[in-house]
């Protein structure tokens, strides 16, 4: 390592105190004065004088988020103040600070850091050594740098600028830019949506009813759907057992939105193809609600998702079948179980223990099937009480109410708090399956 050794002609080494308040007090000010890390400092230096010189944009930025601007009806619509570009500004803004505040403690952890090798050394590192080593130890935080910055600004602003929708009053129709400004309300439309106002509060427990069942539904019909299908066409040694496989892979093959547009058709009341067999059998007189009664409709669409969806397990649970090991199969053969004792005993609880953070996915999944429900409705669905004030109906998911509300009604801030309230609840289930993974145990990537 090279590096530049003390004489007794030079000043004694500075305190680490010293070296703190100069770096607290400008960043790279420790390097420059006390550790003679001058291009090391001169990068820290640089960074903080750029935020100096852009100041007052984000003073000026900070100010309109706080604002979102002011009604300004004399002026042409695209003259307005635009809350959205406000908004939008004031997110950016804040990472960038954010992204300030991480240099500077990266910048005074730096001076400690450099200050403590000072100390036990007794030498100075040159500007070459600070150049070795971000080709060396300093490598993973300068290539993971840019990953970050780009992960701050198109993952974490658009969800933090979702948020904030939530606490506004962004709706049409008084409050669209840039014809009109959006204002901030607080908590309001947490209220409203949480016992402020019955319809909404009598939609809102609907819809989220209607959704844990049915992704609680959907998860299970298809994988217990899947793991029996593998489990016959395993035991049975069913000799064409890859056509059969073949043959119910197709509907999970078949785009999602192909098939339920297809089902959506087949299943009208009036006009589908299966009413009108129906009749033309004579096995029926009137007609059969098979979309528009809500048991009925909720019931079709579990129906339709286990068709479409347990092929995906029916494949996973054969995969995991076939990690057994066949010497358990023959000992409990030669102990006497047979088939239902051995699927009890052997088959489920081993292929459960290894698919259940998948089954924890795919209940994640259903909870924002946006497909399913969407293009087997194809929007409409059965009515709820009321229907005409929340656009909410007996079928509709949260996702799908949120598409209803944003697209059809133009209602964003209500749509922006059930978003949170999904993400709130989601949130776990993300973290316990990432929990889960043998990185995050082991520490490996």
Known sequence: MTVATLTKD??????????LIASILFMGLGHIIFLRQYVKGALFAGLQILYLVFAPMFYWTAYNFITLGTPQPDLHPLERDNSLFFMIDGVIGFALIVILVVAYVVSI?????????LVRD????????????????????VALAPSLVLLLFFVVVPLVFAVAVAFTNYSAPNHIPPANTIDWVGFENFRVMFGGDQAWTASLGSVVAWTL???????????????IMAVVLQENKIKLAPVFRSIYILPYAVPAIITMLVWSNMLNGEFGVINNSLRALGLLDGTIPWLSNPMLARSMAI?????AGFPYFML??????????????EAAKIDGANG???????IFPLVTYQTMP??????????????AIFFLFQGQGPNLPDTVTTSARATDIMITWIFSLATNQNLFHRASVLAVMIFIFLAPFAVFNFMRTKSYKEGDL
């Not at 030079?10 to 070296?19: A, E, H, T, W």
């Not at 069942?213 to 793991?227: D, N, P």
């Not at 239902?340 to 052997?346: A, D, L, S, V």
Request: aromatic share 14%.
């Open 316 to 329: 996973l649970v054969t995969g995991a079948m076939t990690s057994i090991s066949g010497d358990i199969f």
């Open 303 to 307: 129906l339709l998702n286990l068709w």
């Open 358 to 371: 998948l089954i924890i996915m795919s209940f994640t999944f259903n909870i924002n099937n946006f497909g």
């Open 109 to 117: 952890r730096s001076a400690l850091s450099d200050h403590k090798d």
């Open 10 to 19: 030079q000043p004694k080494i500075p305190s680490r105190k010293q070296v």
């Open 340 to 346: 239902f004792q051995r699927f009890r005993r052997i």
């Open 213 to 227: 069942i049915w992704a609680t539904l959907a998860t299970a019909t298809t994988y217990f759907g899947g793991m």
């Open 122 to 141: 007794g030498t100075y590192k040159t500007n070459k050594v600070f150049i070795n080593d971000l080709s060396g130890k300093s490598f993973p935080l």
